[in-house]
DNA sequence: AAATTAATTTAAGGCAATCTTAAGCCGATA
DNA sequence: TATCGGCTTAAGATTGCCTTAAATTAATTT
């Protein structure tokens, strides 16, 4: 899952940016209303964190922008201020939810869960074959015993199992398992996925990622 | 623990039934909306699955109006359908969680499991391994000795303890055990996981509070 | 109140795990 | 056969954790 951060304060961006990440989100942050704006258009996120006042554009004339253009994608706005009157203009203008700073990460964290269930189940658990990938525990076995894989093994394994029997071109897995969004020219991919067969111990008679050449990967029950 | 079933198909609530009492739930099952209604209202459970389709009142009529009279009791929805504004409606009207039909039963019971630990989170004992965290007299033993913890190590032992087979993020960490929200630049976690691990002698053969690199960490039995 | 002790936090260096790049190889496809 | 894309491996760069010691803060004693 992918959000962009509009916020200028350095501090808070980067706070919100190592939380996110340790919930395993891809996280992009724009320090200014111009660049945010641009991104958020870009059409690229799964759900966008407005601050209220940012440099450029303000956060609310962003989320009007961007609500005219993607109506579906949710917002949350960050304010300072929480009088009624500015709430409300920010939920006239498409916002979803708004929180005041400062706020309990925790908290954030509940509200994109809301705003996202729809779109991700948000399962803890995963399958495919004898393979378990869960997301409490960040832990995966095979036929009971534990595998341990690094970081981005668990990323990329987690982001194939969600999108299980369909296919991840290497575009859609450099988005959103690296966060990468131009120079599609790199070879880690590749790597990554040795790695993982290597570990899950794939043999031919048990490909549960299959390749699909000139395209990318597909996890699937055999 | 008690939880209610409200599911028609006899073949799924027998199947539910069955589960559930193997992990020591008490399990009742309504074949129909109305029975189901009125046994929901009683406020005998702890927890309802309610099936999205049964006869007689519909799952998500029997969610609102349970709901409205117990805010607090968790409920499930079981659906076959998956189209984003039904279970949009489901949330709305109070549901706390969703299951598309067909399901793992691990998957569902992970997140009964969810909705449950707020209750059962008042323990006052914790386990791991031979270490026995006793909040009310504020002691922590290993093999039956007794080992001196300051205040902090002891509270960051008790979060790992009550999230036991979870993983703690550094974010969960310093907003719980620190009450820090904006801070994310410090190493203090590193400096009391060290110091726990000292005093409580975890080995590479007893580590019970392993790390998960980039994430956070998590206590779990081996 | 001052001195002493304990607890907590900050800071920094070292180290190991992880990530990324690059290059050679192999098989598939045209 | 030539080309393209994917596989595999190894090496260098980077990141993040561990550890220690010093600095700060809080609690306790004199």
């Known amino acids: 899952m992918r959000i962009?951060?509009?916020?200028?304060?350095?501090?808070i961006a980067g706070f919100l940016k190592q939380g996110l990440e340790e919930e395993s989100f891809a996280v992009d942050v724009a320090t200014d209303g111009n660049t945010g704006l641009n991104q958020a258009l870009s059409g690229d996120y799964d759900l966008l964190l407005l601050d209220w006042m940012v440099p450029g554009n303000s956060g609310i004339e962003i989320c009007r922008r961007v609500?005219?253009?993607?109506?579906?994608?949710?917002?949350?706005?960050?304010?300072a201020k929480d009088t009624v009157d500015e709430t409300v203009f920010g939920l006239q203008a498409g916002a979803n939810d708004y929180i005041k700073k400062p706020f309990h990460f925790q908290e954030l964290l509940e509200r994109i869960k809301v705003q996202l269930r729809p779109?991700?189940?948000?399962?803890?658990?995963?399958?495919?074959?004898?393979?378990i990938l869960d997301t409490s525990t960040h832990q995966v076995t095979k036929n009971g015993t534990e595998i341990k894989l690094t970081l981005k093994e668990f990323d990329l394994l987690k982001y194939l199992l969600q999108n299980k029997e369909r296919v991840c071109t290497r575009t859609n897995i450099i988005e959103n398992v690296w966060d990468?969004?131009?120079?599609?020219?790199?070879s880690v991919i590749d790597v990554y996925i040795n790695a993982l067969r290597k570990k899950l111990e794939l043999s031919d008679t048990e490909n549960y990622i299959q390749t699909i050449r000139g395209i990318g990967y597909v996890a699937k029950e055999l």
Chains 1, 2 share one sequence.
Do not use: C, Q, W
């Open 4 to 11: 962009l951060v509009v916020e200028d304060e350095p501090g």
């Open 119 to 131: 779109i991700s189940a948000s399962n803890s658990r995963f399958f495919l074959g004898s393979i």
């Open 67 to 79: 609500k005219n253009k993607f109506p579906d994608t949710p917002i949350i706005m960050l304010t």
């Open 180 to 186: 990468i969004h131009f120079d599609y020219n790199t």
